[in-house]
């Protein structure tokens, strides 16, 4: 059973924020070592953590290995409480694969309604539909400069960059903010099935006036979807 969303956003309180948590994990070499009986039960042991944790929040699984350096697989989670991604790191922690990872990236953020576009469009993670086959998460900082705009400036150009946005309908946007809870200003997720399309928007996107105000927009971590257990016995 996975919870809903927008249920979770429910149970939070009409007023609550609904928090975003992406937690990238590495593998310790000495796992390799483990016997294969030995890795077979610790990737069910942990696939039925995540089971049980998607009764009382939601969490989608993806893995990175072979794509980046410093990390192996995500976790995306998703709750009203932070307190929740917390129980759900100790708990991982306590299984037989929480004693070979070590947390390299996490980004935190917030569900909050933009001011640039129909609010009453929202964003993939909350429509409950399945996830598509690459997830690509980078944290994304604007300049002091842009804030400091007038409004309409901003509207204006911001309508430029979502013009942009909706030529690749095959890529879908999940915004959130992490002003005052982390280090950027908003986490973007964008999901899609074809990454060349995600590579085109990126290209076409660095050609709007929006661009200019841009400070930060790396790491681009490419993830793809898997189920936890697959991904653990996937690590060798």
Request: proline share 4%.
């Amino acid at each position: 059973m996975t919870l809903s969303v927008e249920n979770e956003a429910e149970r939070a309180g009409p007023s609550s924020a609904l928090y975003l948590n992406y937690s990238f994990f590495k593998i310790d070499p000495k796992w390799r070592w483990l016997n294969d009986i030995g890795k077979e039960e610790a990737a069910k042991e942990l696939s039925a953590l995540i089971e049980v944790a998607n009764t009382k929040m939601k969490v989608r699984t993806y893995s990175s290995l072979g794509l980046r350096h410093d990390m192996d697989f995500m976790l995306w989670m998703i709750s009203g409480s932070v307190e929740k991604f917390q129980t759900l790191a100790s708990k991982i922690y306590s299984t037989v694969v929480g004693k070979y990872i070590e947390t390299t990236l996490v980004y935190l953020s917030a569900y909050r309604q933009s001011i640039y576009s129909n609010n009453s469009i929202k964003p993939r993670f909350m429509l409950d539909s399945r996830p598509m086959r690459y997830l690509v998460v980078y944290p994304f900082i604007k300049s002091r400069e842009w804030y400091l705009l007038p409004l309409d400036d901003r509207k204006m150009m911001m309508e430029e960059h979502i013009t942009v946005g909706k030529k690749f309908p095959q890529v879908q946007i999940n915004t959130s903010y992490s002003f005052g809870i982390h280090d950027q200003d908003f986490t973007l997720a964008f999901e899609t099935d074809d990454l060349m399309a995600f590579q085109d928007l990126i290209v076409q996107l660095r050609e709007t006036k929006v661009s200019r105000y841009v400070i930060k927009d790396t790491p681009m971590i490419v993830c793809v979807h898997k189920p936890i257990d697959i991904i653990i016995r996937s690590l060798g």
